[in-house]
Each structure stands twice: as structure tokens, then as C-alpha cells.
């Protein structure tokens, strides 16, 4: 079973999540990412599934990521700082985040989404 972490109203996730369903995965919960985070070690598997790329894992169109003036900041910080932040503030996360608490992915894309959840 898959939780993903999201938003309830992006249709985004909710494509992300019937492609998964179409798919015979069964999503078991829909986390709200602004109330409840994705713990350190789930920000770690979506890191490490990314080559411990930050970038590939960060909401930089949100308003929250320009408020923050993370584009400056970003490469001065630790991953650990960065894992921390991440935790803190779950809107820096790109939508959705999906795992089964083993491995994770950040993207709503359907070919990455099937290679790594329907194969």
C-alpha cells in the first residue's frame, strides 16, 4: 500500500493518485503535506531516489520557496539542514510525494510513476 503526501484539492495529486489506482496500486492515505510533513527518513528515501539532488525534490514555484529566498540559500546548507527544513515546512516539497515507506518519489509524472510503482 501507498501513502502519498499532497494536497486534497491538486489536481495534480489527484491524477498522480487514479494513475496509481488505474494501476492496481491501492493508496492507502492521502497526507495533508501543510499539516503533516513527511517525516526525515521519507524526505531521505525521496533524496536518495533523486541522487541526493535537492532540486529534483523542492516546490521552487511555490511562494513559500520565493519567500524564503531559497534559491540564494539552497547551496549553502547541509542536506541535513535542508532535511530539517523540508520537515518543518512541507509545502517546500514538490507534489506529490508517494511511498510505501521503503522507497518514495516526487513527481506526478506517469512514466516515473510506473516504473517505480506498477512494475
Request: aromatic share 4%; net charge positive; hydrophobic share 35%.
Given at each position: 500500500?501507498?501513502?502519498?503526501?499532497?494536497?486534497?484539492?491538486?489536481?495534480?495529486?489527484?491524477?498522480?493518485?487514479?494513475?496509481?489506482?488505474s494501476g492496481g496500486r491501492?493508496?492507502?492515505?492521502?497526507?495533508?503535506?501543510?499539516?503533516?510533513?513527511?517525516?526525515?527518513?521519507?524526505?531521505?528515501?525521496?533524496l536518495l531516489a533523486n541522487d541526493n539532488k535537492v532540486s529534483k525534490i523542492m516546490n521552487?514555484?511555490?511562494?513559500?520557496?520565493?519567500?524564503?529566498?531559497?534559491?540564494?540559500?539552497?547551496?549553502?546548507?547541509?542536506?541535513e539542514e535542508v532535511i530539517d527544513l523540508v520537515n518543518k515546512n512541507g509545502m517546500l516539497i514538490k507534489r506529490p510525494l508517494v511511498t510505501d515507506f521503503k522507497h518514495a518519489t516526487v513527481s506526478a509524472k506517469e512514466d516515473l510513476l510506473a516504473k517505480k510503482w506498477l512494475s
Open positions: 500500500m501507498l501513502t502519498v503526501y499532497g494536497l486534497k484539492q491538486c489536481s495534480t495529486t489527484q491524477k498522480a493518485i487514479k494513475f496509481l489506482e491501492q493508496v492507502k492515505e492521502l497526507i495533508d503535506i501543510r499539516d503533516t510533513p513527511p517525516s526525515k527518513e521519507t524526505i531521505k528515501l525521496a521552487t514555484s511555490g511562494g513559500l520557496y520565493r519567500e524564503m529566498e531559497l534559491k540564494d540559500k539552497l547551496p549553502n546548507m547541509t542536506l
